[in-house]
């Protein structure tokens, strides 16, 4: 199974500053590296796919970027909507596999 | 609409199954492969297990419940089902169901999601 290390666990930051988050594989998922927003209460919420691709309606302040094992998504300017829990998912790899999540917590 | 709506959970004793259902409509539900995803209170998301589109009805698992899910599709009523046997409390959770980003494909995102249905297995 591919296993998927998100870090840091939880990341602090300020409203309007940048944050960047990472994503590791423990084998190489070529492209197929998708990142989900859970809101409190919430269903997950698709952003970006195929590593850099933005999901409809997601806003340009996100951006994606890696390949086969190292992945970054970051947020340019962190609007106070973005205080959330991050995953990234795998989507090449029999069983596909979620990471253990990244929370954004307001500084 | 599109929309995914599970139900079938609620608070069951170890030991036993459930059998969850996961209702598609706004969109051609037999036309798509449906992913169930699980998260446990406060943790994060686990893939369960897929069930594959129209004649194509293929179905992979997670290795964790490999033996213990069953997935299957009433093409009918626009259904999928998850049945998990031999249920243990690590087994609570609110389970979702998902599908992915096009039809007639297994290595996508998923792009909508049901809110989920809770279970908790509990004597």
């Known amino acids: 199974e591919t296993v998927m290390t998100q870090s840091p666990g939880t990341l602090y930051v300020s409203p309007g500053e940048r944050a960047t988050l990472s994503c590791r594989a423990s084998?190489?998922?070529?492209?197929?590296l998708a990142w989900y927003q859970q809101r409190r209460g919430q269903a997950p919420r698709l952003l970006i796919y195929?590593?850099?691709t933005r999901a409809t309606g997601t806003p340009a302040r996100f951006s994606g970027d890696g390949s086969e094992t190292e992945f970054t998504l970051t947020i340019s300017s962190l609007q106070s909507e973005d205080f959330a829990v991050y995953f990234c998912?795998?989507?090449?790899?029999?069983?596909?596999?979620f990471g253990g999540g990244t929370k954004v917590e307001i500084k | 609409q599109v929309l995914l709506v599970e139900s079938g959970g609620g608070v069951v004793p170890p030991g036993r199954s459930v059998s969850l259902s996961c209702a598609g409509s706004?969109?051609?539900?037999?036309?798509?492969?449906i992913a169930w995803v699980r998260q446990a209170p406060g943790k994060g998301l686990e893939w369960l297990a897929v069930?594959?589109?129209?004649?194509?009805?293929?179905?992979h698992f997670a290795d964790s419940v490999k033996g213990r899910l069953t997935i299957s599709r009433d093409k009918s009523k626009n259904t999928v089902f998850l049945q998990i046997n031999r249920l243990t409390p690590d087994d609570t959770a609110t389970y979702h169901c998902?599908?992915?980003?096009?039809?007639?494909?297994?290595?996508?995102?998923?792009?909508?999601w049901g809110q989920g249905t809770k279970l908790i297995v509990s004597s």
């Open positions: 195929s590593s850099y």
């Open positions: 706004g969109f051609t539900f037999n036309t798509y492969a």
């Open positions: 069930i594959g589109y129209e004649a194509n009805e293929v179905t």
């Open positions: 998912q795998q989507y090449n790899n029999w069983p596909f596999t």
């Open positions: 998902a599908r992915p980003l096009g039809p007639g494909r297994f290595h996508e995102p998923f792009d909508v």
């Open positions: 084998q190489t998922v070529r492209s197929k």
